[in-house]
Every structure is written in structure tokens, then in C-alpha cells.
């Protein structure tokens, strides 16, 4: 799809403006309401779509401008799901929650976020990645009371998502992302269900598919989290190999400034790489040298034609300013190595 070398991205969400939501805020909750808030997402959708260009991002995603959080805005569209109901639960094994209860069978009466990407289509020519959480993510932010299996549970929301994707691609999107930072977690799940539920979400679409895989936003209980991984994070070893033998196109990474050793990215060898160069847990603006150096270091392990500069994860906490500068020097980093390649 993409004839340019190094096409930059970003991993999913940008800060929204102050008068559509709480900035600097994750989750936070919408200061519109009815139709005044159906034309501020899409007003915020056209300003994300600007502050991407601006900065000259190749791969456009819509910032997720339209949802307030990566997995329960997808999940309040479903049957099956009592939102009125909660219960407690420990998300990825790090934080309490409290989250809605699966009560009967899921199921998706009608498209989620098809408009949206149909209006996103509409403002530009350039490439446009869609976010959808991953299966296994998604039944991790639930407490279930009807199936009593994860994996059933998660095959369930694969087939829903599948219906969803082949719907985001008939609207023209031309990536398909997966947000599964649950893979970092629950290995053997992953290994044993998690792929292949994620195989059946993909299954029969001819557009691009990517999963992104990362160590979550700046927030406490993550940050806290990383204290305890060690000096090297290898998580990615234990789940690699099979994503590598897996029909997913691009797998999304974090790199800079985590303590992911950089090598582990070979053992997806052949998969096209979205290699985090941006950290979002600081708001200190990562220089484009710096951005190049990381870029350098990637391409040991991963071929030129398969690499995209991306963030670690998404930038919804960050200040609008920060977020820009940010998306700005990570595509001056992109061009200083695209320069050094076609010398
Ligand atoms: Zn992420």
C-alpha cells in the first residue's frame, strides 16, 4: 500500500479540544451532549485529521476523537452487555475497575464507528488506520456472568469485530489496527486463544491488519507496573513467534525510552513493524536526531520497506501543543533516516 519509505503513524488516540472534553484527561467525559456533540466529534476529527497533516504524518487515524475510552465505547454499542450493572475487577492484573457484566449473548445490532471512518474518508486521500480493541482486551475490561469462559467470550467479540471490520473496510479504510495491550499480560492466553481470536476478528479482509501491543498510557498504575518488570522488558518473547506465523500484516511496538531490548523485533522478522520512536508517558518532546537514532537502531532487525515510525501508544493525556511537537519531530526523525537510506 504505501510506495513511501518510512510512513509515519501514530498509535491511536490525540488530545481532544477543551471544549469537546477534559484535557490532559483520560476518559474523561464529553462536554457535548445530542446533536451538539455529534458535530463536535467531527469538528474535533477535522483538527486531529489538521494537526496530523501539519506534522506530516503519512498514516492518518481519526486521534479517536470519537470515542472516550479505546474499549467500552465499542462494547456500550453491543447487546448482552449491562452497563447499569458493575462489578470490580482487576484490569491486566494491575488496577481495580469498575466495569459492566456480561449478562446474555453479545452481539452487534448495528455498525459502531462506520460513520465516523465514512466522514474521516471523506476529508482526506491519504492512507487512514482505524483502531478496534483486540478481542482479548476487550473481555479483560468485563466482568462476565453469562459465558463463564474467556476464551468463548473472546471468540464472541471476535466474530462481532470481524463484522466490524469488514464494514471499516468497505468504508475505505486501509488499516485495520487491533489494540490488544492485554498480550503483554496473559502469555499462555495469548498463545493458546488469544491469536487465533484475533486471526477470526481479520478473517477475509483484504485491507492491511495491525496489532499494537504496548506498556499503556503514562498512567500510575502502569508506570508503577514497569517498576516491578526489571531492567530488560521481554515480554514480547513470549508472544512473538506466534504472531509472526499469524495472518496479522503489522505488528505496532513500544521502543523508545521503554526496556523493550530492541532485538526481540526479529523475532517478527517478515511483518511490517510500527516501532514506537515516541514516548507518551513524558511530555518532554523527544528531539528528531533522537527519533532517528531509535529508527537506526530498529532497522538492525527489521527490513527498510517493512519499518513505520510510530508512538509508543496513544497521546490523549498530553497536551494538544506537546502532541503536535511531538508528532512533528517524529516525522523530521522519519526523513533524517529516509535521507540516510537513499543515499
Ligand atoms: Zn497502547
Not at 493458546?192 to 476478528?201: F, N
Not at 515480554?235 to 496479522?248: G, L, M, R, W
Amino acid at each position: 500500500m504505501m510506495k513511501k519509505l518510512l510512513p509515519t503513524s501514530t498509535a491511536g488516540s490525540l488530545p481532544k479540544p477543551a471544549w469537546l472534553a477534559q484535557p490532559e484527561t483520560l476518559w474523561s467525559p464529553w462536554r457535548l451532549a445530542d446533536d451538539e456533540l455529534i458535530a463536535g466529534k467531527q469538528d474535533a476529527l477535522r483538527l486531529a485529521l489538521q494537526a496530523q497533516q501539519q506534522a506530516g504524518v503519512d498514516i492518518i487515524s481519526d486521534g479517536e476523537q470519537t470515542r472516550q475510552h479505546f474499549v467500552t465505547t465499542f462494547i456500550e454499542h453491543l447487546d448482552g452487555v449491562d452497563f447499569q450493572q458493575r462489578k470490580t475487577v482487576k484490569i491486566r492484573n494491575r488496577y481495580d475497575a469498575s466495569v459492566p457484566v456480561v449478562t446474555d449473548a453479545v452481539a452487534r445490532p448495528k455498525s459502531v464507528f462506520v460513520e465516523d471512518a465514512t466522514f474521516l474518508r471523506q476529508q482526506t486521500n491519504q492512507p487512514i488506520k482505524w483502531a478496534l480493541p483486540g478481542p482479548m482486551t476487550m473481555i479483560d475490561t468485563l466482568y462476565d456472568d453469562h459465558y463463564k469462559s474467556r476464551e468463548k467470550l473472546a471468540w464472541e467479540f471476535a466474530k462481532i469485530l470481524n463484522q466490524e471490520a469488514r464494514e471499516l473496510e468497505a468504508a475505505g479504510v486501509d488499516i485495520i489496527q487491533f489494540d490488544e495491550p492485554a498480550f503483554n499480560v496473559f502469555f499462555d492466553e495469548v498463545n493458546d486463544w488469544g491469536i487465533a481470536a484475533l486471526e477470526k476478528a481479520v478473517e477475509g479482509l483484504k485491507c492491511e491488519t495491525a496489532v499494537h501491543i504496548c506498556y499503556g498510557y503514562g498512567i500510575k498504575a502502569n508506570t508503577d507496573w514497569k517498576q516491578t518488570l526489571g531492567e530488560e522488558w521481554r515480554q514480547y518473547e513470549d508472544i512473538f513467534p506466534k504472531i509472526q506465523a499469524s495472518a496479522i500484516d503489522i505488528v505496532s511496538v513500544e521502543c523508545h525510552n521503554s526496556r523493550v531490548p530492541m532485538e526481540l523485533i526479529e523475532l517478527i522478522r517478515g511483518k511490517k513493524v510500527m516501532v514506537g520512536a515516541i514516548d507518551v508517558a513524558t511530555s518532554t518532546v523527544e528531539t528528531p536526531q533522537e527519533v532517528a537514532q531509535t529508527l537506526r537502531n530498529a532497522l538492525q532487525f527489521v527490513d527498510a520497506d517493512k519499518l513505520y515510525p510510530s508512538t509508543n501508544c496513544g497521546m490523549t493525556p498530553l497536551s494538544r501543543t506537546v502532541a503536535a511537537a511531538k508528532m512533528k519531530a517524529l516525522c523530521d526523525g522519519a526523513d533524517i533516516v529516509r535521507r540516510e537510506l537513499s543515499a
